[in-house]
């Protein structure tokens, strides 16, 4: 995820949520019904569309899709339709690194300098570091040279140079920050230590083996077939558009793969099951979330990338239970949605999605220019809102504008990270501020 993503995940949460009480054990056809009565509300204000699988201890609870993979051809998703997953790459790129080291070809204490020589700060950052987030390379979605330039393919010697080029975040090891940075630079190190390219690696040594059929890396030009098309959160009445286009080149290691859902619950199991690595025994395991909930252990991973793609995973070891969601919308729910299927198979309390009110008007022009500005979250990190002409548009750092839902009178809500953002005003009217998710307040500033 965008390190600004990251940031303003942090501080979301899904709204209008309604507690519903512990359940007895479902059969599968049960199972099936509750999980398209959950879903519809997602489906119907055009915040979800994708893939669904639950299995557990070998059983498969649901496998379907839910939409459409292709809205122009009303092309619905299935289970073995592939979508780009955002950051789940990144138990794919661990992994890679973890056989590496069982094949002794390198060592996790290794600095980044003994592939990557020249690399400044190389003798410093080591290859846990990168892994654990502990490395101090600022991430790129936080770099004006990707605000810029995203769009345009950048070579991978050129991104090395740019990672060397900004300042550190911290001493490497002092502390952690997410940073997809790190994992492109350990992509990188996959193809020095192998002598072979990062997707053929993958390829022989993980989605071959594992029978992943539907998998790979993406590539500019070269969208994978039946691929789902990504979609961005849109103005009323269409709600929808094709996402604007990034190009992979900045992804490499850090999002840049794709899966279908079937695929993904094969790399579960085979996780599970410590097939090619074992995950479970490291004190962080690299690529992955380690929680506990519902009193159970769990690894999970969320995507969410800025081509139109939300994800999702989670493993509960001791249960057998594996949970995979794919959407191809940028509404950032898929997560909240893994976690109460995990709580429907389990028999646990969930909270079911309700409607929110799809107003089809957008302010006239005159009040949208009240609200145009920065608003700065924290130093160094705002949030600018501009007007167009058919509504309001918010972007971070990375400068990816996208729209926000008019809600009423200095109320909106920003469905790509699905948090409710609201205006304050001083005595005479004037915008002074923006809340956040009712937590968080970001005074307007001067523009840059």
């Known amino acids: 995820m965008v390190r600004s993503a990251v940031i303003l995940c942090l501080l979301a949460s899904v709204l209008a949520w309604t507690p519903a009480p512990a359940q007895a054990p479902l059969t599968p ?21 994708g893939t669904i699988l639950v299995a557990r201890g070998g059983q498969v609870l649901v496998s379907r899709g839910y939409g459409n993979a292709d809205l122009a051809e009303s092309i619905a998703p299935t289970p073995t339709t592939p979508f780009a997953v955002g ?43 990168l892994l654990d987030h502990s490395s101090g390379l600022s991430d790129y979605y936080s770099w004006p040279a990707y605000a810029t330039g995203r769009m345009e393919a950048i070579s991978q010697a050129a991104f090395l140079d740019q990672a060397q080029k900004a300042p550190l975040d911290f001493p490497p090891g002092s502390r952690s920050n997410y940073s997809n940075t790190g994992y492109f630079v350990l992509a990188a190190i996959v193809e020095k230590a192998s002598g072979i390219p990062y997707a053929e ?32 959160p849109a103005f009323p009445p269409e709600r929808l558009a094709l996402a604007a286009p990034v190009s992979w ?26 097939n090619p690595v074992n995950f479970q025994t490291l004190s962080y395991p690299y690529g992955w979330g380690k929680r506990t909930r519902f009193g159970r252990d769990l690894l999970e991973q969320n995507g969410r990338i800025p081509t139109g793609y939300t994800s999702y995973v989670g493993l509960y070891p001791a249960e057998d239970l594996v949970i995979v969601v794919l959407s191809n919308v940028q509404a950032d729910v898929a997560e909240r949605m893994g976690m109460d299927l995990a709580a429907m198979a389990l028999g646990e309390s969930y909270s079911k999605p309700e409607l929110r009110l799809l107003v089809t008007e957008a302010p006239d022009s005159a009040d949208r220019a009240a609200y145009v500005g920065r608003y700065e979250i924290a130093p160094g990190f705002a949030l600018s809102v501009r007007a167009v002409s058919r509504g309001l548009q918010l972007a971070g750092p990375d400068g990816a504008f996208l729209p926000m839902d008019w809600e009423g009178e200095d109320r909106f809500f920003f469905r790509p990270l699905y948090v409710p953002v609201t205006f304050q005003r001083n005595a005479t009217g004037a915008v002074t501020a923006l809340v956040w998710n009712g937590e968080m307040t970001a005074n307007r500033v001067p523009p840059q």
């Open 29 to 49: 056809a049960e199972f099936a019904a509750r999980v398209d009565e959950y879903v519809d509300p997602y489906l119907r204000m055009r915040d979800f569309s």
């Open 87 to 129: 950051s789940i790459s990144k138990t794919f790129t661990a992994a890679a690194i973890l056989l590496l080291a069982q094949q002794g070809r390198l060592r996790l204490t290794d600095p980044v300098a003994r592939f990557l020589p020249g690399f400044a700060h190389g003798d410093s950052i080591t290859i846990t570091q």
């Open 249 to 274: 080149t900045w992804m490499f290691g850090n999002g840049s793969v794709y899966a279908s859902a079937e695929d993904l619950s094969r790399w579960l199991e085979a996780v599970r099951h410590a």
């Open 201 to 232: 690696f993958l390829a022989r040594n993980l989605f071959g083996p594992l029978g992943m059929k539907h998998s790979g890396v993406m590539r500019d030009g070269d969208m994978p077939p039946e691929m789902a098309f990504g979609y961005d």
